[in-house]
């Protein structure tokens, strides 16, 4: 599994962005799709994700302001990013979930950054 992330960028406070990830390969179901982030001198954190099934997941921080949406057949994930605040600003990873052997993969990770 491959991932391939897009959309990121430099935004100002209040903005908005859309990042993209798409997963290539074969001979492979993805359960869990998603993003998570990661800041200067901090943890890798979950940001947002969401199951084959639909069932999502969203870090406190971001509840209300970001929205994840993924299309099973085409393996893509996206997450729509609104009212920005510097505080989200971060590398994101889009990470993906195999159904059969819960192995995690990971993308090379997009920079966002929120400021003025």
């Known amino acids: 599994v491959q991932l391939q992330a897009s959309g990121g960028g430099l935004v100002q406070p209040g903005g908005s962005l859309r990042l993209s990830c798409a997963a290539s390969g074969s001979g492979f179901v993805i359960n869990v799709m998603g993003w998570y982030r990661q800041a200067p001198g901090k943890q890798r954190r979950l940001v947002a994700t969401?199951?084959?099934?639909?069932?999502?997941n969203y870090a406190d921080s971001v509840k209300g302001r970001f929205t994840i949406s993924r299309d099973n057949a085409k393996n893509t994930v996206l997450l729509q990013m609104n009212s920005l605040k510097p505080d989200d600003t971060a590398v994101y990873y889009c990470n993906a979930v195999r159904f059969d052997n819960g192995v995690n993969y990971w993308g090379k990770g997009t920079q966002v950054t929120v400021s003025s």
């Open positions: 969401m199951s084959k099934s639909g069932s999502t």
